[in-house]
């Protein structure tokens, strides 16, 4: 019956509802912003720093670590090779993996790090050369390791 009044006068017929799109758009924008973090976020994990020259491959714990920095600077023939890497295992981890690895290739360590510290340092010496390994672990999810190689020290 209201079809007919409405073919007699269409003023009062009903609109017909449009269907409501903002959330359609808004749902399509949030997908597109995530998509393009993960994406970036892939990007800046995939593309670890290499690592340079210089660097004592057995001095490298973690070999499949995230990268995040390595450079080598030789000024009068004193070589320094630092390495800076996102670590995936624990401080405490990372204390133990260092000392193993330093007394397997015969370093001797002078100063060792405090696994109640968030921030410490291992240091150790070999012959004319000295590393310095620094964790810091202030972000609980991830631990930071920066590892300084000295070779050729004068007087050593």
């Known amino acids: 019956m209201a079809d007919f009044f409405a073919s007699l006068h269409p003023e009062m017929a009903k609109p017909k509802p449009q269907p409501n799109r903002?959330?359609?758009w808004i749902s399509?924008?949030?997908?597109a912003v995530l998509i393009a973090a993960g994406l970036i976020f892939w990007w800046m994990r995939s593309r670890s720093?290499?690592?340079?020259a210089g660097f004592p491959a057995e001095l490298i714990a973690e070999p499949g670590a995230y990268s995040t920095e390595s450079y080598h600077i030789d000024p009068s023939g004193v070589g320094q090779a630092n390495l800076n890497y996102i670590s995936n295992k624990t401080l405490i981890g990372n204390i133990a993996a260092f000392h193993a690895l330093l007394?397997?290739?015969?370093?001797?360590?002078?100063?060792?790090?405090?696994?109640?510290?968030?921030?410490?340092?291992i240091y150790a010496v070999k012959g004319s050369s000295v590393l310095n390994v620094t964790f810091d672990a202030t972000n609980p999810k991830a631990v930071k390791v920066s590892e300084t190689y000295v070779a050729n020290l004068p007087g050593q």
């Open 103 to 121: 007394q397997q290739n015969g370093w001797q360590i002078m100063r060792d790090a405090n696994p109640q510290l968030t921030t410490s340092f």
């Open 22 to 24: 903002r959330w359609l």
């Open 49 to 52: 720093a290499a690592i340079q």
């Open 28 to 31: 399509l924008g949030v997908l």
